[in-house]
């Protein structure tokens, strides 16, 4: 039997670990960014000059006029708890017939959604920003990878659990777990 597996991960170039690669590398640059950004936020770097934490004490977004304070409003916070749950909700609705283990991770990571929120009402607006629109960047890439337009413009091969109507099907299963119970 492993000689099987072991040769199917040759001929289909599927080895398990390459879906596990991406993880490797994209979490450990996540965390060095926040902790460079909030580094940067709160003056832990020294430099010459008009220093990193004044630019972003001065140069503001939005309707956060300095980087380096709280977001008073939490509409960041929010909206990173609520895009990450949308990215869990999304994936959770692909998958049918999840098992106990499954199921267990996905109402983890829901929980850290929600932890989100005040633990990004409590950290720099630089940092919340980034998360955000490192969580945005997630789900954006999360909807367009399932559009069939994009994927045949990108040469990325069709698979059997592929749907001609990807976001059809996404709201009518959201529909049918959360909005028709009965």
């Excluded at 060095?32 to 003056?43: D, P």
């Excluded at 267990?104 to 409590?122: C, D, E, K, N, W």
Aim: with cysteine.
């Amino acid at each position: 039997m492993q000689r099987l597996v072991s040769e199917l991960y040759v001929r289909d170039n599927c080895h398990p670990f390459k879906a596990t690669v991406l993880v490797w590398i994209q979490l450990p640059m996540w965390i060095f960014m926040s902790v460079a950004l909030r580094n940067f936020s709160t003056g832990a770097t020294h430099s010459e000059g008009f220093s990193v934490q004044e630019q972003l004490a001065t140069g503001g977004v939005l309707w956060i006029p300095d980087l380096t304070a709280l977001d008073s409003t939490w509409i960041l916070p929010i909206c990173i708890g609520a895009i990450n749950l949308v990215i869990v909700e999304i994936v959770a609705l692909q998958k049918v017939g999840m098992s106990r283990f499954q199921t267990g991770v996905t109402h983890f990571v829901r929980g850290i959604s929600v932890l989100m929120i005040p633990i990004a009402a409590t950290v720099p607006s630089s940092l919340v920003l980034y998360w955000f629109c490192s969580s945005f960047m997630g789900l954006s890439q999360n909807l367009l990878l399932r559009s069939p337009r994009f994927r045949q413009f990108c040469r990325i091969p069709l698979t059997k659990g592929d749907s001609d109507t990807p976001y059809k099907d996404l709201f009518a299963a959201f529909y049918a777990k959360y909005i028709s119970r009965k």
